[in-house]
C-alpha cells in the first residue's frame, strides 16, 4: 500500500516478493524514517490459522507512526491487511508444535530529498516467512548481560515505538555481549543508568520475594503485546504484579538475599524466555539454579495453549484467518 499527499493511502495489493526499487535519495536511507511491527499467525491442531491480538500490533504500529511523523494506518485496515496476506496460502503456516508464519509489517519513506523533513510518500508493506521453533530442544534460559555503558532509550526519545533507529543504537551493546558470552542485553534507564528497562527483544519480569514486578513502558520501554497479555493472566491468576520502576541493585540484592525467585523475557519471538543468570558489572546472579520457574512454566504453557488453540482464549485475543 502507498501514500501521497493528494491519495493518502491507497492501493492495498498482494504482489510476489521481489525487491523494492528506491530512489537513492529516498528519505529512509538518510533519516531514518521508517517502523516496523512483529507477529505470528499460528496453526492450531485442527487445522485453523489465527493471529494472537492483531489488533494491537495495529495500534502499536499506529503510535509508531504518530512518533516519527508518519500519517496513521487505520487499525482496521493492518489486521484486514495481514489477513489478507496470511490467507493467500495457508500452507505457509507451518503444523508442528512450536513453528508458526513470522509476519512482518514496516513502513517507510520513499520521497526523495535531502533536506532533514517528513516525507510525503511512503510505503506500507507485509512480508512474512515460516518459522521454525523458537526451542527446538526444550525451553533454555538465556544468559543476560547488564548493560551500563550505553543506553537504548532517553525520555523523550522513541524508546517506545518500534523502529529501526533503537535497534541500530543497540547493536554494539548486542556484539558486546555476545563476545562476552551472553545471549541478550538487558538495558538500565538513559537518565540514571540504575533502573531496569528491558532486554533486546524481549521485556523483562521479576519475581521477588513473590510479587512480579516489571519496568513501567513510561516513553522508553516498548509496550510489548505479550508484556502486556502477561499481566493480564497474572493479575487474573491472583498474584501481585508491580508495574514501577525496579532498580538494578535492588535485583541484585534480592539475589544475595535469597528472595530473587525467577526472571523470564516476554516477546513475540520467544514468547516466555527464562532468564538463567544476569551478569552486573562484576557480579553474576543465577536464577532459581539456572532452570524455568514455576510461574515463567505456567505462563509459557496458558499463551502457547491459546496461540495453538489448546486453550480457550480470553475475549478477543484470537483473530481466525479465514
Ligand atoms: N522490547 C523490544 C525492544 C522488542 O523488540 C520486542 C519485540 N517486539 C519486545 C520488547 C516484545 O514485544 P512483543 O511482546 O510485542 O513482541
Not at 538500565?188 to 519480569?205: A, I, K, Q, T
Not at 523470564?264 to 557480579?283: C, H, M, N, Q, W
Request: with cysteine; aromatic share 10%; proline share 7%.
Amino acid at each position: 500500500m502507498d501514500y501521497t499527499a493528494d491519495k493518502g493511502w491507497h492501493d492495498p495489493r498482494v504482489v510476489p516478493y521481489a525487491p523494492i526499487v528506491l530512489d537513492p535519495a529516498a528519505l529512509v536511507f538518510h533519516y531514518a524514517q521508517e517502523c516496523f511491527e512483529g507477529m505470528k499467525a499460528y496453526r492450531t491442531a485442527a487445522g485453523r490459522v489465527q493471529l494472537f491480538r492483531p489488533d494491537k500490533n495495529g495500534e502499536r504500529l499506529r503510535s509508531t507512526h504518530e512518533r516519527l511523523c508518519i500519517p496513521p494506518i487505520p487499525v482496521d485496515d493492518f489486521v484486514q491487511a495481514v489477513k489478507a496476506l496470511v490467507a493467500v496460502d495457508k500452507d505457509w503456516v507451518p503444523a508442528e508444535e512450536g513453528t508458526s508464519l513470522y509476519i512482518r509489517p514496516f513502513t517507510i519513506a520513499t520521497e526523495a530529498q535531502l533536506g532533514v523533513k517528513a516525507s510525503s510518500a511512503y510505503q506500507f508493506c507485509i512480508i512474512a516467512s515460516p518459522s521454525g521453533s523458537y526451542y527446538p530442544t526444550g525451553i533454555d534460559p538465556v544468559r543476560i548481560y547488564v548493560e551500563d555503558e550505553y543506553v537504548r532509550a532517553a525520555p523523550g526519545g522513541t524508546g517506545a515505538v518500534k523502529c529501526g533507529g533503537n535497534y541500530a543504537a543497540s547493536l554494539l551493546s548486542g556484539e558486546k555481549a555476545h563476545r562476552l558470552g551472553y545471549g541478550q542485553v538487558l538495558w538500565l534507564d538513559g537518565v540514571e543508568r540504575r533502573y531496569v528497562e528491558e532486554v533486546g527483544s524481549m521485556n523483562c519480569f521479576f519475581k521477588i520475594g513473590g510479587v512480579i514486578r516489571t519496568a513501567p513502558t513510561a516513553g522508553t520501554v516498548l509496550p510489548g503485546i505479550t508484556r502486556m497479555s502477561c499481566i493480564e493472566l497474572l493479575e487474573g491468576w491472583g498474584y501481585p504484579v508491580s508495574v514501577a520502576p525496579l532498580p538494578i541493585e535492588d535485583v541484585m540484592r534480592a539475589d544475595e538475599d535469597g528472595t530473587l525467585e525467577e526472571v523470564f523475557g516476554t516477546g513475540t519471538a520467544a514468547v516466555i524466555s527464562p532468564v538463567g543468570e544476569l551478569k552486573y558489572r562484576d557480579r553474576a546472579a543465577v536464577i532459581n539454579g539456572g532452570r524455568i520457574g514455576p510461574v515463567t512454566q505456567r505462563l509459557y504453557d496458558t499463551l502457547t495453549g491459546i496461540q495453538y488453540g489448546r486453550l480457550p482464549a480470553p475475549q478477543g485475543w484470537i483473530t481466525e484467518v479465514e
